[in-house]
């Protein structure tokens, strides 16, 4: 049985530097999915829109360093992930 689960660091633009969001999700792969098409996709337009719903009410940070801690943090608390920290770069403001 898989986890399908992960712990996900969302990086995002802010102005001229960037933005942290740290997650647990699931099926991480769903923030690429366009509708439309019902495939999925590497539009940063489409990519961001689901992002937001998927790390939606998430901490804001500002520091990469900051955001590794709170990836390490969280995977501390859960009993287990299957696919450790990882990193997704969307080049779009949140």
């Not at 102005?15 to 019902?38: P, S, T």
């Not at 940063?44 to 360093?65: E, L, S, Y």
């Not at 900051?66 to 949140?94: N, P, R, T, W």
Request: contains cysteine; charged residues 25%; negative net charge.
């Amino acid at each position: 049985m898989s986890a399908d689960n992960v712990i996900a660091i969302l990086q995002t633009r802010k102005g001229n530097g960037f933005e942290y969001r740290v997650a647990h999700q699931m099926a991480i792969e769903n923030y690429k999915w366009d509708d439309k098409i019902h495939d999925y996709t590497n539009d940063p337009k489409i990519q961001i829109k689901n992002a937001r719903k998927m790390w939606n009410g998430c901490k804001v940070i500002t520091d990469r360093t900051q955001a590794f801690q709170e990836a390490s943090a969280q995977l501390q608390k859960v009993v287990y992930v299957e696919y450790g920290i990882q990193e997704i770069f969307i080049d779009a403001e949140f």
